[in-house]
């Protein structure tokens, strides 16, 4: 009998676990941590084999194929052993997909990938399709699979899911930006990482679909070298770009998407429930991919109109004393801040730090020059902040827990001003999570 060991006991691992046992596998867990209860009592309610706390080689190493945690690295010993031994190593969603024929609209990209394949999900739960929405958020894939049966399948995925997809084949594949991020988990080369989000374009034939930003300057070089089976829908601020004609594009102030001629559709930026130029792309991504699924444009505009994006990523706290209060938790890298501050109107008063991958700040360095009244930091480590912000002539203001970030951010603001949660780094130093840093900051604005 084939048997499968599952490396991680959360959302995926414990997914993975229900499916493979339904098919009729010998099945293992491994967890290095505890397990949490409800994951630990599903395990138990399937007759499910698991171990916590410890990796014991000698029944992983037997095993006829792993799945692992995406957040277990490649480098990680049990892994290496693994690979020596020629075990094949695959992720959640590549071991789910062989028993599914939905059809899978699947989203990366550095930033803005939550955002875009919640609004996707919404565009088709509001058409009516039997819809599920998982990877990197909602439920796992495997352990929808293995409960229920939807047609469409709506993927967030991040490039450790990616790095051990092999077979799986995405019908829709969205690639929103490239930016530098997890380059701790790439050896620090940024090439290994973009390699890894165009794993997303694996498999495609022509009859399939890659979505795309087609002013990244990363996805365009990228694109020059490789030859792509996919039909290719690019999207852009302009109706042309420079070397392409974008199927989706800003109009005359109107979002116009063209993907499926018969039904051109325009919608005022006005209108749109997610503001911001960075939304307005995630907009035009999650469009097309509806008028390629032929939803009517009725209900695209509705859901584009209706829709106000998700938690911890520019999301409106509450106004104290004419200070308003933005949670962009979600942002641990340093372009996602860029964005975050891009969108700013009012002068701001910047909350920043955290657990830091290898961050270069420069590319935040002309907006907080233009927008940033007050930088808080906020970490266990600020010496990197420091470093390279110092001299910005700006007042800066050292704390290392929330409820004297915010304290200070609300003392250094004016009337009028934003301060705004946008650490550029992970939440690892203070934090159980960014939900757990953004629950938090919501928590003490509100205390105020």
């Not at 024929?101 to 990366?108: D, E, V």
């Not at 599920?132 to 991040?158: F, P, R, W």
């Not at 694996?202 to 979505?211: H, S, V």
């Amino acid at each position: 009998m084939k048997r499968i060991v599952i490396l991680g006991a959360g959302e995926s691992g414990c997914g993975a676990a229900v499916l493979a046992k339904k098919k009729g596998f010998d099945v293992f867990v491994s967890d290095s941590g505890t397990i949490k209860l409800p994951y630990k009592t599903i395990l138990q309610q399937n007759d499910i084999t698991f171990e916590e706390q410890q990796h014991t080689e000698q029944e992983i190493l037997k095993a006829t194929e792993i799945i692992k945690s995406p957040g277990i690295p490649n480098n990680a010993e049990i892994i290496v052993k693994a690979t020596e031994l020629n075990i094949p190593v695959i992720s959640e969603i590549e071991f789910a997909a062989r028993y599914t024929k939905a059809k899978m609209i699947c989203i990366t990209g550095s930033n803005g990938k939550t955002t875009t394949t919640s609004l996707v999900f919404d565009i088709l739960k509001r058409a009516g399709l039997n819809v599920g929405l998982a990877g990197n958020i909602g439920h796992s894939l495997a352990m929808q699979v293995a409960t229920q049966k939807h047609d469409y399948y709506v993927i967030e995925l991040s490039s450790f899911q990616l790095d051990n997809m092999y077979d799986f084949k995405a019908d829709i594949a969205i690639l929103l930006n490239i930016t530098p991020d997890h380059l701790d988990r790439y050896d620090n080369e940024f090439q290994n990482y973009i390699n890894a989000k165009f794993r997303i374009t694996r498999n495609q034939t022509a009859q399939d679909a890659f979505i795309y930003w087609s002013e990244d300057p990363i996805i365009d070089k990228e694109l020059k070298k490789l030859k792509l089976s996919a039909t290719l829908y690019p999207f852009g601020e302009n109706k042309q770009s420079a070397t392409t004609h974008n199927v989706a594009y800003i109009d005359n102030k109107e979002l116009t998407l063209n993907a499926d001629e018969k039904n051109l559709l325009r919608i005022s930026i006005e209108q749109l429930g997610l503001k911001g130029k960075h939304n307005a792309f995630n907009s035009m991504a999650a469009g097309i991919a509806a008028q390629l699924l032929h939803i009517k444009k009725e209900i695209i505009r509705e859901s584009l109109m209706a829709f106000k994006g998700v938690e911890h990523r520019l999301e409106y706290v509450a106004t104290v004393r004419n200070i308003r209060f933005i949670n962009d938790s979600k942002a641990t890298n340093v372009n996602s801040c860029w964005y975050a501050l891009e969108s700013m109107t009012t002068p701001t008063v910047l909350i920043l730090g955290g657990k830091d991958k290898g961050n270069d700040y420069s590319e935040i360095d002309k907006l907080v020059k233009e927008k940033v009244r007050t930088l808080v930091f906020m970490g266990l480590h600020n010496e990197k902040l420091h470093e390279h912000f110092d001299n910005f002539g700006i007042k800066i203001i050292d704390t290392n827990n929330i409820h004297d970030a915010v304290e200070s951010a609300y003392q250094a603001a004016y009337e009028g001003d934003t301060v705004l949660l946008s650490p550029c780094c992970a939440s690892f130093d203070l934090f159980k999570s960014y939900e757990d840093r953004g629950t938090q900051f919501k928590q003490q604005v509100r205390e105020l």
